[in-house]
Each structure stands twice: as C-alpha cells, then as structure tokens.
C-alpha cells in the first residue's frame, strides 16, 4: 500500500510566523509532488508542485523536497489568517495513470490573529 | 480561468437508490478523475479515464460504479445501488500534462 504521511496537526502559528507542514511518503519511486490547501467544505486548490531534490519558491510558500529521505515540506511565510486551511500533501506514485493522487489525510493549520 | 464544473452540488438520495453525479472538465484536458472524501478522512482516488476508456481504478471502484462521457463534454459517475457509506464529498479533476483542476465537488448524502 502506497502511503503519504502528514501530521494531523492541528498547527497553531501567530499571524507573521513562519508554518512548516511536513510530508513523508512510501513509494520511493514518486516522481510529483504536490501541495494543496483544503478550506472546509471546498475542494483541493493547489499551492505548489515540486518535482525534483532542492527548495522552490513562489511567493511566500517554500515546498522543498527530499528523494532520498522521501520527505517533502511546505514553509509558509509571513502567515496570514486567511492561510488557516487544511493542507494536504499529494504524491503522483509510481506505476499504473501517470496523474492519479494519492493524498495525505492533511495537516489543519490554524493562524492566529 | 478554466474550471471544472460539477452538478449538482449536494444530492441526498435514499439508500438502495441510483445516482448520476456530473462533471464537465476542462475542454482541452484529456486525463478525467473521480475523487472522492468521506467527512474528516482523506481525499481517495476512485478512478482515472483516458481516451475513453477507464485507465485505472482503485479497490473502492467495485461493480456498483461506473464511469462515461456520453457526449464528448460530459464526464459521469454512477453509483447504481448507494450504501450509507457511500456519504462523502466528490470531487471531479481533469488533467492536461501535468497538474490538476478539482470541481467544487458534490456533497453526497445517502440516508
């Protein structure tokens, strides 16, 4: 069974905090990896998307990715009430359609005011 | 910009009855997926179509689903007897190369 593994949370950062959501996956051979923010009752939107070893940047998100610990994150800068959301990671496993998901169960975090 | 579009947005429908939720993807995009998300559990996949046809499917997606595009613009999921459990959010995506666009989702609720 492939796995994606996230922190329930819930996360809690003052508003301007830096929020760090961490994702581990199982099927080493994932090739994408995405972000995803989750308001309740709403459907996924994406944040970000990272494809190979390193940090990439848009704005004030940060998703970097880990091949060999098979780990992916996602910083947030400057957080902002409207960033509260579940955040969910998603992985493009190996094998079988090349774009079907597999999600985590998500990380809520909570920015404060 | 392009969306997904999903309809309708909340059906509740007794046990044993069969339901259509429907999608129409994004005109240009060729993969199609149903999703769906039982109330605070994670988001699953269901099913992935691709030139017509069904391209893979999880063990969720038993004989009581299917799939169609009847009309080249239309994408639909049937669930031909629903069961209680099948209570859940359904998402609709559509894909070109790489990334996805989720539907808004239709709210399913089975009493």
């Known amino acids: 069974q492939k796995e994606v593994e996230q922190n329930s949370g819930p996360l809690s950062v003052p508003e301007g905090a830096i929020a760090s959501l961490n994702c581990t996956y199982s099927?080493?051979?994932?090739?994408?990896f995405f972000w995803y923010r989750q308001y309740s009752g709403k459907s996924p939107e994406l944040i970000m998307s990272?494809?190979?070893?390193g940090d990439k940047e848009d704005g004030r998100f940060t998703a970097q990715l880990n091949k060999a610990s098979q780990y992916v994150s996602l910083l947030i800068r400057d957080s902002q009430p409207s960033d509260s959301a579940t955040y969910l990671c998603?992985?493009?496993?190996?094998?079988?359609?090349?774009?079907?998901?597999?999600f985590g169960k998500g990380t809520l975090l909570t920015v404060n005011p | 910009e392009p969306e997904v579009t999903q309809t309708p947005s909340h059906q509740v429908t007794q046990m044993g009855q069969e339901v259509i939720l429907r999608c129409v993807p994004i005109?240009?995009?060729?993969?199609f997926y149903w999703y769906r998300q039982i109330l605070g559990q994670k988001v699953e996949f269901l099913v992935s179509?691709?030139?017509?046809?069904?391209?893979?499917k999880s063990e969720i997606f038993d004989d009581q689903f299917s799939v169609e595009r009847p009309d080249g613009s239309n994408f639909t999921l049937k669930i031909r007897s629903t069961k209680l459990e099948d209570s859940a959010m359904y998402f609709c995506?559509?894909?070109?190369?790489?990334?996805?666009?989720f539907g808004s989702g239709t709210r399913l609720t089975v009493v």
């Open positions: 099927d080493r051979g994932s090739q994408s």
């Open positions: 995506a559509s894909s070109a190369l790489t990334g996805y666009t």
């Open positions: 005109s240009n995009h060729l993969y």
């Open positions: 990272i494809y190979s070893n």
């Open positions: 179509f691709y030139n017509n046809e069904i391209s893979e």
């Open positions: 998603a992985v493009n496993p190996s094998g079988g359609s090349n774009y079907k998901l597999t």
